[in-house]
């Protein structure tokens, strides 16, 4: 099946700081989100990406489907940014169409 | 708009003991997808109903089965408790397919078995 790999696993940043979060995937896919999952545990929908690039407040996310990446921008970063982006795509396997999750990057934004 | 509610948000229970989780659709979804997520890993679909049906599963046992209602609720049953099933489990309610269209989670809930 579709594997999904996140890089990097771990970051840490001072509040300010800009970065970069990548989500590779082995298939061409036609679904690709991003989800926030903040501390407590609670996933947010941050964009539905299938391809091109979007834009909310500080965070924007471009898809390149046909390169097979993904990636997520957060600029002027605040310390509610904490906590673990995961990147989904669509797969199949068993039958089925279903949403696959990369094993997330855990950012934290210290003061 | 009332978005996506699951019912307890903490669980504990023996091994070989049963569990029903519970989930409320936000309004006007009528997809709900169930997923298993254990410490320090990506949730992991287990199954989607929609229309009160089962159209859509993961590389989950049969001892995980769950319910659609005619309002949009949910239900996640497990069977014969293992260890391995300690994670937190999260609903997600869609207006489609759960792997095209946007997902909208619940806070989840915590199951620990001992």
């Known amino acids: 099946g579709i594997q999904v790999e996140q890089s990097p696993p771990d970051l840490i940043l001072q509040e300010g700081a800009n970065s970069t979060l990548r989500c590779n995937f082995s298939d061409s896919v036609n679904n690709l989100q991003w989800f926030h999952q903040n501390p407590w545990g609670q996933l947010i929908n941050l964009f539905y990406?299938?391809?091109g690039t979007k834009q909310n407040g500080r965070l924007s996310a471009t898809t390149v489907a046909t390169e097979r990446y993904s990636l997520l921008y957060i600029s002027s970063s605040q310390t509610t940014d904490s906590g673990v982006y995961f990147c989904a795509v669509e797969g199949f396997s068993g039958g089925y169409n279903k949403l696959i999750f990369g094993a997330g990057t855990r950012l934290a934004v210290h003061p | 708009e009332t978005g996506v509610t699951q019912s307890p948000t903490h669980l504990i229970k023996t091994r070989g003991q049963q569990v029903t989780l519970r989930c409320s659709s936000q309004s006007g979804h009528n997809t709900v997808s169930w997923y298993q997520q254990a410490l320090g890993q990506g949730p992991q679909f287990i199954f989607q109903?929609?229309?009160?049906?089962?159209?859509g599963r993961g590389n989950f046992p049969p001892r995980f089965s769950g319910l659609q209602f005619p309002n949009y609720s949910s239900e996640l049953n497990v069977n014969a408790l293992e260890l391995d099933d300690s994670a937190l489990y999260l609903c997600a309610s869609s207006t489609g397919q759960a792997y095209n269209s946007p997902l909208h989670f619940g806070n989840g809930t915590r199951l620990t078995v001992t």
């Open positions: 109903y929609y229309r009160e049906e089962e159209n």
């Open positions: 990406i299938p391809s």
